[in-house]
């Protein structure tokens, strides 16, 4: 549980995209302000690899937001997975499934992941290791997963997916 004075140092960060690229205008993601419009991000960004989980970045207050500058120590990048639900009107049968991978996940020391929607999530692989590698070692993990995965490469689940047939 996030303490009372740590919690007040939560921002709200704020990044703008070209809606075509992406299919919306922006996104938003938790961020532990540091003073001097300086933030560390606290959660994983879905569509962006300007930044990633725990890296440091410049934010501006425009009209109260804090909309993203520019990033200025890179620790992690986003990496992302799809599955295809069992049913995805069967939200027990999909919260299992999730429950699974997450397990999976876990299982094999992924420690910052998240899902926004069935179907689709987000890990954080270092970016001191060549993209190369994590893409190489993101696909053993899905083809090692108890439910099928898919992962992908950058911020479109369809442009590079690979489908990892297990």
Same mark, same amino acid.
Not at 2 to 17: C, F, G, P, R
Not at 60 to 84: L, N, P, Y
């Given at each position: 549980?996030?303490?009372?004075?740590?919690?007040?140092?939560?921002?709200?960060?704020?990044?703008?995209?070209?809606?075509?690229?992406?299919?919306?205008?922006?996104?938003?993601?938790?961020?532990?302000? =540091?003073?001097?419009?300086?933030? *560390?991000? $606290?959660?994983?960004?879905? @569509?962006?690899? &300007?930044?990633?989980?725990?890296?440091?970045?410049?934010?501006?207050?425009?009209?109260?937001?804090?909309?993203?500058?520019?990033?200025?120590?890179?620790?992690?990048?986003?990496?992302?997975?799809?599955?295809?639900?069992?049913?995805?009107?069967?939200?027990?049968?999909?919260?299992?499934?999730?429950? =699974?991978?997450?397990?999976?996940? *876990?299982? $094999?020391?992924?420690?910052? @992941?998240?899902? &926004?929607?069935?179907?689709?999530?987000?890990?954080?692989?270092?970016?001191?290791?060549?993209?190369?590698?994590?893409?190489?070692?993101?696909?053993?993990?899905?083809?090692?997963?108890?439910?099928?995965?898919?992962?992908?490469?950058?911020?479109?689940?369809?442009?590079?997916?690979?489908?990892?047939?297990?």
């Amino acid at each position: 549980m996030v303490s009372t004075a740590e919690a007040e140092k939560h921002i709200k960060l704020h990044i703008s995209y070209d809606g075509e690229k992406v299919g919306c205008g922006g996104e938003s993601v938790w961020a532990v302000d =540091l003073g001097l419009n300086m933030a *560390r991000i $606290n959660n994983l960004p879905f @569509f962006t690899d &300007a930044f990633g989980f725990n890296d440091i970045v410049r934010f501006e207050r425009i009209d109260g937001i804090a909309e993203f500058q520019e990033t200025m120590t890179s620790v992690t990048k986003s990496w992302g997975v799809t599955w295809k639900p069992t049913d995805e009107k069967d939200r027990e049968k999909t919260t299992e499934e999730w429950r =699974l991978i997450a397990k999976h996940l *876990r299982a $094999n020391d992924i420690k910052h @992941f998240g899902s &926004a929607m069935a179907g689709m999530f987000v890990i954080a692989l270092p970016v001191d290791v060549s993209n190369e590698k994590n893409w190489t070692w993101l696909k053993a993990l899905c083809y090692s997963s108890p439910i099928k995965l898919i992962p992908y490469k950058g911020d479109d689940p369809n442009a590079d997916a690979e489908d990892t047939d297990n």
